[in-house]
Each structure stands twice: as C-alpha cells, then as structure tokens.
C-alpha cells in the first residue's frame, strides 16, 4: 500500500529488479522524473528546430523552396504548443516537480506511486498523438497556438481537417496525464513530508511547484472544455464555437456560434499557463541564489506569500490577452487594473532575488550565472508586459513582433534559463558527476547574450508595426527596407543560440560517463535531497529512517556555526551554533 | 465566465484559509528543533493520502463542471436569435429520484463498513450500483426522446445537453469502474467488509459529490428549459 511506502521501514525495501520495471515501467518517482523530462526535451528539441526553419524563411525570404507560407503557419503552432505545455510544463511539473517533491519534502516516493507512472505514460501518448500531426494528409494544424475558431477548423487553415482534431485530442490527453501527475503533488506536498517539515520549512522550490500544480488543476480544466466543445464542432457538426461562416463559396454548416466564448475558456487557461510555468521557475531560482550566494533568501515569508498572491491573481487577468477582440472598454479597464496589480507581488519578489545577493559571498557557478541571467532577463519581460498591460498602448502593439519579443523574453527565456540552472544545479544529484564547467559557460554566454540579441530587436520591429505571424512582408509601404536587416541579424543570432543548445546536449550526455565525481554535497547545500545516503538516491530515497527536520531550508552562513551552512536535519545541538540569529538579517 | 472565478476564489480561499493563515504566521527562521506538527506522515489522525487525493479531484471535476455551466451561459448570451431552449424529457425526475436513490445504497454500505456489518455492505453496494446504472439507462432514454422530438446538435441548447450529460455520466462510468472493482474483491464468501473499507467510503463521497453536480446541471438546465 501506498502509506507504507513513506513510513520508516526497518525490513529490506522489495526493490524491483528487472531491468524492466526499474527503469521502464518504473513506479520511482526519480525515474519517472527523469522519463518526463527526456521526453520533454526531446520533443523541445522539435519545437527548436521548427523556431530555426521559421528564423531562416524570416531572415532570408523566398530563398528556401522547401517552406511554403501554409508550413510556416504550421511550424509557429507546432512551436508555441509544444514549447509551453509539452515542454515547459510538463519539464517543470512532470520532470522537476517528480524529482523534488519527495525528496525535498523527505518522502519515500509520491503517495500515489501506480498513478504517477500512468501520468508519464499518458503523457507520452499525448506526444505521439501531437507529433502524428506532421504524418497525416493536410499535416499540423496551422491556426495559432491559440488555436482560436473559426478559422481553425475552417478550410484554408494549414491541418483543418486532421490537424486540429489531432491537436485537440493530444491536448486532452495531456490534460488526463497533467490530472493524475498533479493529483500526486499535491498530495505529497499535503500528505508525506517528513517529521519537522512544517509549510514554512518548505524549500521555495516545492512552493512554487506546488502552486503551480493547484494553478494548473484548476486552469487545465477550462483548456479540456475549449478543446471538447471545438472537437464536437469540427466532427459533429455543432456551433458552439463556429458562427454563419461563408467558407470558399460553401453555404454556411454552423450557426450562431461564439468565437469570443472560445477566446475566454482559451484564456481562462492561458493565463495561469504563464504563471504555471513561471511559478516554478521563481521557485527554483530562489534556491539557486540562496545556495549559490551562501544567503539565506531575503523575506521567505514573503516570497511564499507573493507565491500565494500571484497564484489567485493569476485567475482574473485573462482577459487582457483579447483586448482587441471589441470589449467594453470598463471590462478592459479591469483586467488593466488587474494585470498591473499582479506586477506588486512579482516586484516583491525581484526585489527579494537582489537583496538575496546583496552582500552574499557570490560563486559564479553554472547555476549561479543561470539564476541571475534570469533576473535580467525576466525584469525586461515584465517591463514590458506593463506596457502591454495598458489597452491604449496594446492595441497598437497587439499582433507585433511587440508581442513576440515580449512573451519570449519573460515565459520563454525566463524560464528556460532557470531550467538550465536547475539542470546544472541538479545533475549532480541525479547522475552522481558534474556537468563540464567549460563548455557549460559557453552555453550560458551564447544562449544569454545570444537571446537579447534575438528579442530586443523584435520590440523596435514591434514598434515599427511589423505584423507577427507573417510568412514574408509585401505591401507593407510602413516598414522601412532596413527592418530587413533586423531580420537578418535576429536569424544569425537564432542560428548561433541553436549551435550552443547541442553544446548543452553534448555535455549532458558525456558527462554522464566523463563528468567529475560529484559526492553527495558538491554545492554544500542545505536542502534535504542533498542529504540522502547514496547519490544517486535509491529506491525508497532515505535508507531505513526517514530523515527529520529542526529548521528552516536557508541556514547558510549562520554566525558561530561551523560550517557556511547547516542542512535542514541537523539538530540544533550538533550544528554548534546559534541558528536562530539569522532572524537578525532576516524580515 | 464569473461562476468559474468565483468557485476558483472559494477553492483559493479555502487553501489560504484553512491550510496557511495558521501557518503561515510562524517563523521558520527562529524556529528550532522538530516540532511535535500533525502534518507529517505517519502520524494518526491524519486522513490517508486516497482521501485527500479524492478532494483534491474533486475540486479539479468542480472546476471542470463550473466552466462547463460558465461557457452554458456565455453561449446563451452570446447568441443571436439561434438558441431555442429544450424542453426537458419527464424521465429526468425519474432519473434524479434513481440518483438520489445510488448515493442512498452508498451511503447505507459506508454505514455499514464502519459497523463490520459484511452482508448490508454488499447490500449496499448493490443497491446503489444497479441504482447509478438505472441512472445512466435513463439518461440514454432521455437522449433518445431528445432525439425523437427534434432536438439534434444543430441546436445549440440541445447541443450543450447532451455535452453536460454525457460528461456528467462519464464521470459516473469511471466511479461505477471502481464500484465494481470494490464489489469483485468482496464477492467472496469469506472476505470482510473492513478490507474494503477505504473504497467504499471514498467511492460514497465521489457518489455524493456525482449527485450534487447532478442536482446543479438538473436546476441549470431546468431553469433555461422551454
């Protein structure tokens, strides 16, 4: 059962023991962990190739036979889809989130053990059925990752027949997979954390996955119904979406139908997606400068709180995404108002990040350079999310290259970057060696600078009115020639941040074999996975005895201690020091 | 769009509320040594993961249902001299009178689990799955007057009709899947009932909660009827 799987067990662990059930229908949360992000890698790496093919149609226009504008369109959906939820959610949900939670929390495994190996495996499913898209007639669908109806489902849309059907259908089946992974976080935060892991112990990183899994259960839900509905009118013929639409000459199939319905179910999802993505990667980021800085991170009460407060905001801004679909202007008002409230608690914790390092004896390692590139980087996303956030200033931008440089920068860069600095922070727990430092610098320097260099340009685009979503510009008299130019340097910039992400899988790989012997602390971290008795952790995680916890997950640096830091169970006798005083610089 | 919020700031709430103001207030970084906390596994008095597990699902159905009902309303608003309300086949009463009668059956077996009583448990259980399917046999027959009168997915009250229903009698089918697991594993002669506790109790609560969405999507859809 279950509930003895995280009690202590003093009897040998019935490890599995085939090769099959160890590491294929693997019930250990490590392995599934390791599975979701594999997979999720690998078809990020898709969604990569697809942004290098749409880089070189736009720097170098009708040159490349082999992209006609129909691909182009299939190749933004396939991208923007799979890069927010088949890559980012499920990598931080299904891949970071199984790896930590348990062993954060001190457990032996998730309390739903059977469930969570389903949840990887329905997942898989959900990639396959969306990468079947690009074998069958009419290939992906080409409507957007917003996928908004009608033009959908309607013909001249690039896989309105099959494509968006098969769309739908893996996004209903992700949403199946996302239930039962989500289910088990949040129970196991709930339900299995180890004696003296009260909330407020908690490492930021469980906070913000545990948020972003209670977001993502909440929010998902309203993806299932658009896609349900939008299924039924594209099979069977109903209007809940589709209005009187005179397609190529054919007399109209639906009637009365509201686009603008789907836009809000749309939303009401794509909203929190931002923040089921972003909550984690704040999470994450915050333990990756506290441990690397040697600080305990400024106001952690705070943090949770923000954590909490960004969480229920999340739910009522969507409708800034649709304030040119013709809405009363008090309803923009609103969302408005909403949308810059949100920026309070995510500046609390910016300001937070900063005063962490704030006389922090700083160590540039890889996940240190990671987590930093990431404040710059997500500071100059949300900026410019206040701009968009205001109706008067987005409805000249909406539909820009604006838009594209604005939602890279804050949910695509951002997060990547902490995903890089969590790989480099964590593989030395999940592999037992350390990732090549050299090359993982020239991966840091290229991918950063690489991507300013990518989407700063793309706001003076914006600016200039350069329309997004276009396969080539033609009768657009308003773009000077020299935006051109833009393009091209912006294609050169892709193409270098490409190379350097192959740098990153080579290191990943020979490291595995080659990297430096890591032992069980190398980051002398505090947080409990890095106490476990073997590195890799085993089957069950803590041996006999589950580990128990006297303070809090940032006692770094504690004067009188003996060492710069006191891992989260150590009693109070053994560390030899006077931990409480951190509450002099704390809140 | 706004009965979806305002379920979602009553689930939030009761997360901040009952979970983390009282907790929240502590200071982690003074606090030291392990403190005797009731959260932890292992400890009794705290509700099995299966339990909370099964809260935490339904308040994901709930969310599901209410944006269910949310785009029911917003379609209705939206439309333009193309809704034409159904009227209800009678056989809905009867329908929700067998419902009421299931979660009944469920309940006596949950009763009676706590008791040890093994024969009122499979009577229990009995009743209320030939009751839950009753239920499912009723909705077919209701879709089929539907279908008889005219009503077909042209029509977009009719449409979401048939949308709630069926997504409602899905969530039923799946309950019904672990009914029949639970009363499999009591079939014989000599298990008691105490082995099947955990399912019986969690299968009533998911029962309750199948009949009070029920309730709601009945009282929704007879309120927009003709």
């Given at each position: 059962?279950?509930?003895?799987?995280?009690?202590?067990?003093?009897?040998?662990?019935?490890?599995?023991?085939?090769?099959?059930?160890?590491?294929?229908?693997?019930?250990?949360?490590?392995?599934?962990?390791?599975?979701?992000?594999?997979?999720?890698?690998?078809?990020?790496?898709v969604a990569l190739g697809l942004s290098v093919l749409m880089r070189l149609q736009l720097g170098f226009p009708h040159t490349f036979s082999l992209i006609a504008p129909g691909n182009y369109l299939q190749f933004i959906t396939m991208h923007?889809?799979?890069?927010?939820?088949?890559?980012?959610?499920?990598?931080?949900?299904?891949?970071?989130?199984?790896?930590?939670?348990?062993?954060?929390?001190?457990?032996?495994?998730?309390?739903?053990?059977?469930?969570?190996?389903?949840?990887?495996?329905?997942?898989?499913?959900?990639?396959?059925?969306?990468?079947?898209?690009f074998?069958?007639?009419?290939g992906p669908?080409g409507?957007?990752?917003?996928?908004?109806?009608?033009?959908?489902?309607?013909?001249?849309?690039p896989?309105?027949?099959?494509?968006?059907?098969?769309?739908?259908?893996?996004?209903?089946?992700?949403?199946?997979?996302?239930?039962?992974?989500?289910?088990?976080?949040?129970?196991?935060?709930?339900?299995?954390?180890?004696?003296?892991?009260?909330?407020?112990?908690?490492?930021?990183?469980?906070?913000?996955?545990?948020?972003?899994?209670?977001?993502?259960?909440?929010?998902?839900?309203?993806?299932?119904?658009?896609?349900?509905?939008?299924?039924?009118?594209?099979?069977?013929?109903?209007?809940?979406?589709?209005?009187?639409?005179?397609?190529?000459?054919?007399?109209?199939?639906?009637?009365?139908?509201?686009?603008?319905?789907?836009?809000?179910?749309?939303?009401?999802?794509?909203?929190?997606?931002?923040?089921?993505?972003?909550?984690?990667?704040?999470?994450?980021?915050?333990?990756?400068?506290?441990?690397?800085?040697?600080?305990?991170?400024?106001?952690?009460?705070?943090?949770?709180?923000?954590?909490?407060?960004?969480?229920?905001?999340?739910?009522?801004?969507?409708?800034?995404?649709?304030?040119?679909?013709?809405?009363?202007?008090?309803?923009?008002?609103?969302?408005?108002?909403?949308?810059?409230?949100?920026?309070?608690?995510?500046?609390?914790?910016?300001?937070?990040?900063?005063?962490?390092?704030?006389?922090?004896?700083?160590?540039?390692?890889?996940?240190?350079?990671?987590?930093?590139?990431?404040?710059?980087?997500?500071?100059?996303?949300?900026?410019?999310?206040?701009?968009?956030?205001?109706?008067?200033?987005?409805?000249?931008?909406?539909?820009?290259?604006?838009?594209?440089?604005?939602?890279?920068?804050?949910?695509?860069?951002?997060?990547?970057?902490?995903?890089?600095?969590?790989?480099?922070?964590?593989?030395?727990?999940?592999?037992?060696?350390?990732?090549?430092?050299?090359?993982?610098?020239?991966?840091?320097?290229?991918?950063?600078?690489?991507?300013?260099?990518i989407?700063?340009?793309?706001?003076?685009?914006?600016?200039?009115?350069?329309?997004?979503r276009y396969y080539a510009f033609g009768?657009?008299?308003?773009?000077?020639?020299?935006?051109q130019w833009?393009n091209v340097g912006i294609t050169m910039a892709a193409l270098f941040?490409a190379t350097?992400?192959?740098?990153?899988?080579?290191?990943?790989?020979?490291?595995?074999?080659?990297?430096?012997?890591?032992?069980?602390?190398?980051?002398?971290?505090?947080?409990?996975?890095?106490?476990?008795?073997?590195?890799?952790?085993?089957?069950?995680?803590?041996?006999?005895?589950?580990?128990?916890?006297?303070?809090?997950?940032?006692?770094?640096?504690?004067?009188?201690?003996?060492?710069?830091?006191?891992?989260?169970?150590?009693?109070?006798?053994?560390?030899?020091?006077?931990?409480?005083?951190?509450?002099?610089?704390?809140? | 769009?706004?009965?979806?919020?305002?379920?979602?700031?009553?689930?939030?709430?009761?997360?901040?509320?009952?979970?983390?103001?009282?907790?929240?207030?502590?200071?982690?970084?003074?606090?030291?040594?392990?403190?005797?906390?009731?959260?932890?596994?292992?400890?009794?008095?705290?509700?099995?993961?299966?339990?909370?597990?099964?809260?935490?699902?339904?308040?994901?159905?709930?969310?599901?249902?209410?944006?269910?009902?949310?785009?029911?309303?917003?379609?209705?608003?939206?439309?333009?001299?193309?809704?034409?309300?159904?009227?209800?086949?009678?056989?809905?009463?009867?329908?929700?009178?067998?419902?009421?009668?299931?979660?009944?059956?469920?309940?006596?077996?949950?009763?009676?689990?706590?008791?040890?009583?093994?024969?009122?448990?499979?009577?229990?259980?009995?009743?209320?799955?030939?009751?839950?399917?009753?239920?499912?046999?009723?909705?077919?027959?209701?879709?089929?007057?539907?279908?008889?009168?005219?009503?077909?997915?042209?029509?977009?009250?009719?449409?979401?009709?048939?949308?709630?229903?069926?997504?409602?009698?899905?969530?039923?089918?799946?309950?019904?899947?672990?009914?029949?697991?639970?009363?499999?594993?009591?079939?014989?002669?000599?298990?008691?009932?105490?082995?099947?506790?955990?399912?019986?109790?969690?299968?009533?609560?998911?029962?309750?909660?199948?009949?009070?969405?029920?309730?709601?999507?009945?009282?929704?859809?007879?309120?927009?009827?003709?």
């Amino acid at each position: 059962m279950a509930y003895v799987a995280i009690a202590d067990r003093d009897h040998a662990l019935h490890d599995p023991q085939t090769f099959i059930t160890k590491y294929i229908w693997s019930q250990d949360h490590k392995i599934i962990a390791i599975q979701y992000a594999v997979t999720a890698i690998g078809i990020g790496l898709v969604a990569l190739g697809l942004s290098v093919l749409m880089r070189l149609q736009l720097g170098f226009p009708h040159t490349f036979s082999l992209i006609a504008p129909g691909n182009y369109l299939q190749f933004i959906t396939m991208h923007g889809m799979i890069m927010v939820i088949y890559l980012l959610t499920a990598l931080f949900l299904g891949g970071f989130g199984n790896y930590l939670i348990p062993l954060m929390c001190g457990a032996r495994d998730m309390v739903f053990p059977y469930m969570n190996m389903l949840s990887y495996w329905v997942y898989l499913l959900a990639v396959l059925v969306l990468v079947a898209a690009f074998f069958v007639p009419g290939g992906p669908t080409g409507a957007g990752w917003t996928l908004y109806p009608p033009q959908a489902v309607l013909p001249g849309t690039p896989g309105a027949s099959w494509g968006i059907v098969l769309m739908l259908v893996s996004l209903g089946i992700f949403i199946v997979a996302f239930t039962m992974g989500g289910l088990n976080y949040v129970t196991t935060v709930l339900q299995a954390r180890c004696r003296g892991m009260t909330f407020l112990r908690l490492p930021l990183s469980v906070w913000g996955i545990f948020m972003a899994t209670i977001l993502g259960l909440l929010a998902f839900p309203s993806l299932l119904v658009s896609a349900v509905m939008m299924t039924l009118d594209s099979l069977l013929g109903t209007s809940f979406f589709l209005p009187a639409v005179v397609s190529m000459g054919q007399s109209p199939t639906h009637n009365g139908g509201s686009p603008l319905l789907f836009q809000h179910l749309f939303w009401f999802f794509g909203h929190p997606e931002v923040y089921i993505v972003a909550l984690p990667a704040f999470g994450i980021v915050s333990d990756l400068l506290s441990t690397h800085a040697r600080r305990h991170i400024f106001g952690y009460r705070m943090m949770v709180w923000a954590l909490l407060a960004i969480g229920c905001l999340s739910f009522v801004m969507w409708a800034h995404h649709t304030y040119v679909s013709g809405m009363n202007p008090y309803f923009g008002f609103f969302f408005a108002t909403t949308t810059l409230i949100i920026a309070v608690p995510t500046a609390i914790k910016v300001y937070n990040w900063i005063l962490t390092l704030w006389r922090g004896d700083i160590h540039f390692t890889m996940p240190m350079l990671f987590a930093i590139g990431f404040i710059f980087t997500f500071i100059n996303g949300g900026l410019t999310g206040l701009f968009l956030g205001n109706v008067t200033v987005d409805v000249p931008l909406s539909a820009t290259y604006f838009v594209v440089g604005h939602f890279h920068m804050v949910m695509g860069v951002s997060p990547i970057l902490v995903v890089f600095g969590a790989i480099y922070h964590w593989y030395p727990k999940i592999t037992g060696r350390l990732l090549n430092d050299t090359l993982g610098r020239i991966h840091f320097w290229v991918t950063f600078l690489g991507t300013y260099a990518i989407y700063l340009p793309m706001h003076y685009l914006g600016i200039l009115g350069v329309p997004r979503r276009y396969y080539a510009f033609g009768g657009t008299d308003f773009i000077p020639p020299s935006a051109q130019w833009a393009n091209v340097g912006i294609t050169m910039a892709a193409l270098f941040v490409a190379t350097a992400q192959l740098v990153f899988l080579f290191n990943l790989i020979w490291s595995l074999s080659h990297g430096k012997e890591a032992g069980s602390n190398p980051w002398r971290a505090t947080t409990l996975e890095w106490q476990t008795p073997d590195t890799p952790p085993k089957h069950g995680n803590w041996g006999p005895k589950l580990p128990v916890v006297y303070r809090w997950a940032y006692d770094y640096s504690v004067p009188g201690a003996k060492e710069d830091f006191i891992p989260q169970n150590v009693p109070p006798d053994a560390a030899s020091g006077v931990p409480g005083t951190a509450a002099a610089h704390g809140v | 769009m706004s009965i979806s919020v305002a379920f979602i700031a009553v689930v939030v709430g009761l997360v901040v509320w009952g979970l983390l103001v009282r907790r929240l207030t502590s200071r982690p970084w003074e606090a030291q040594g392990a403190p005797a906390d009731t959260g932890h596994s292992g400890v009794e008095g705290v509700p099995p993961p299966a339990k909370i597990g099964l809260w935490v699902l339904l308040a994901v159905v709930s969310s599901l249902f209410g944006l269910f009902i949310s785009a029911y309303y917003m379609r209705m608003g939206h439309a333009h001299g193309d809704w034409s309300p159904v009227a209800l086949p009678r056989v809905l009463w009867l329908n929700t009178a067998a419902l009421i009668l299931s979660s009944a059956g469920m309940q006596t077996a949950r009763g009676a689990v706590r008791r040890a009583q093994t024969h009122r448990v499979r009577i229990g259980l009995i009743v209320g799955g030939l009751f839950a399917l009753a239920f499912l046999a009723g909705q077919l027959v209701a879709w089929r007057e539907l279908n008889v009168s005219g009503y077909f997915l042209g029509s977009p009250a009719a449409a979401f009709f048939y949308l709630l229903t069926a997504v409602h009698g899905l969530h039923l089918l799946g309950g019904l899947l672990v009914w029949g697991k639970t009363v499999v594993r009591l079939a014989p002669a000599r298990v008691e009932a105490i082995a099947v506790r955990s399912s019986v109790e969690l299968c009533t609560v998911y029962w309750h909660y199948l009949l009070i969405v029920w309730l709601v999507l009945f009282a929704v859809l007879l309120s927009t009827s003709a």
